[in-house]
């Protein structure tokens, strides 16, 4: 399948934790950059963290940094996002992505936030935070 698939969305109170999961075969098609995004009511789609395949290096918003982790498992064609210490604001549904586009600081490369860096997307899975 060409499109990721995401799981692991919930309901979960402020402070509380969850890991959301993307399945794709999409790293057999050397996609340089995944991450995930997210689109609360009203509000245009956001990265929120982003993951640079090759290199391992990951980017985040600063509104999710030093709370939300995102790694993979390449022998599983697999990204997480591990959410911890939630609150009301990420509510939203989230959104795996992969792309093409990689960018390059000096000599190193990475991956970028802005939407249309990547190409294909999941259908998403909703997060709600209450207070």
């Known amino acids: 399948q060409a499109q990721p698939v995401e799981s692991g969305g919930g309901s979960v109170q402020a402070g509380g934790s969850l890991r959301l999961t993307c399945s794709t075969h999409?790293?057999?098609?050397?996609?340089?950059?995944m991450g995930w995004f997210r689109q609360a009511p009203g509000k245009e789609r956001e990265g929120v963290a982003v993951?640079?395949?090759?290199?391992?290096?990951?980017y985040y918003s600063a509104s999710v940094e030093g709370r939300f982790t995102v790694s993979q498992d390449t022998s599983a064609s697999t990204l997480f996002l591990q959410m911890n210490n939630l609150k009301p604001d990420d509510t939203a549904i989230y959104f795996c992505?992969?792309?093409?586009?990689?960018?390059?600081?000096?000599?190193?490369?990475?991956?970028?936030?802005?939407?249309?860096?990547?190409?294909?997307w999941g259908q998403g899975t909703q997060v709600t935070v209450s207070s």
């Open positions: 992505a992969a792309g093409e586009t990689r960018r390059r600081s000096g000599s190193a490369w990475y991956c970028d936030l802005r939407r249309d860096d990547y190409n294909y």
């Open positions: 999409l790293y057999t098609n050397n996609y340089y950059c």
């Open positions: 993951l640079y395949l090759g290199g391992d290096i990951a």
